[in-house]
């Protein structure tokens, strides 16, 4: 008699078998310490939604253009991972080690910054002359429990590994566009 127990776990368990490594680079920086990554190189080109011919205008008219808006929201990357935020948001990412509660980290990879109207691409980067965005350390709490099963066939071999991963919560507490 064959027993298979994978026709029962279908869509109930997830199976993962790979190892999760931390990154090498030090995606943020804090605001209290004295170093500050480089800023990258960007290439600073507005995209209005309504079409409007903006090729002569200079870096300083295209931010001011953005700046004059009511909202801004900004794409901004941590722990290689794209995170879409406005500001009084709540961001749940994977635990942070070298934060605590309570610290103010600035944000300075940012993707894309914009609003209703218009929108500021870097490539890769936007230069953090442009804006001002820092966030808060307000959480590190544990996920839900996450079942890993290991079964080999034929063997009579099984395990279920039980874990629940580490957050950090981060509150954007200011999202500014510089003139």
């Known amino acids: 008699m064959l027993r298979t127990l994978s026709s029962r776990l279908v869509g109930t368990?997830?199976?993962?078998?790979?190892?999760?490594?931390a990154p090498a680079l030090r995606l943020f920086s804090t605001t209290f310490s004295a170093s500050e990554a480089a800023p990258t190189s960007s290439s600073i080109s507005a995209t209005p939604?309504?079409?409007?011919?903006?090729?002569?205008?200079?870096?300083?008219?295209?931010?001011?253009?953005?700046?004059?808006q009511l909202r801004y929201y900004a794409v901004a990357e941590i722990k290689n991972r794209p995170y879409l935020i406005t500001k009084n948001d709540i961001i749940v990412l994977d635990r942070l080690n070298d934060v605590k509660l309570g610290d103010v980290i600035e944000l300075n990879q940012i993707k894309e910054l914009g609003s209703k109207d218009y929108a500021i691409k870097g490539k890769p980067y936007i230069s953090p002359e442009y804006y001002s965005i820092k966030a808060t350390v307000i959480e590190q709490p544990k996920?839900?429990?996450?079942?890993?099963?290991?079964?080999?066939?034929?063997?009579?071999?099984?395990r279920r590994y039980h874990i629940k991963p580490l957050h950090t919560l981060l509150r954007v507490c200011e999202l500014e566009v510089k003139a």
């Open 13 to 21: 368990v997830q199976r993962t078998n790979a190892a999760i490594a």
């Open 49 to 68: 939604t309504s079409p409007l011919s903006i090729g002569s205008a200079s870096d300083s008219s295209l931010v001011s253009l953005l700046r004059n």
């Open 143 to 158: 996920g839900k429990i996450v079942e890993t099963i290991k079964k080999k066939r034929r063997k009579h071999f099984q």
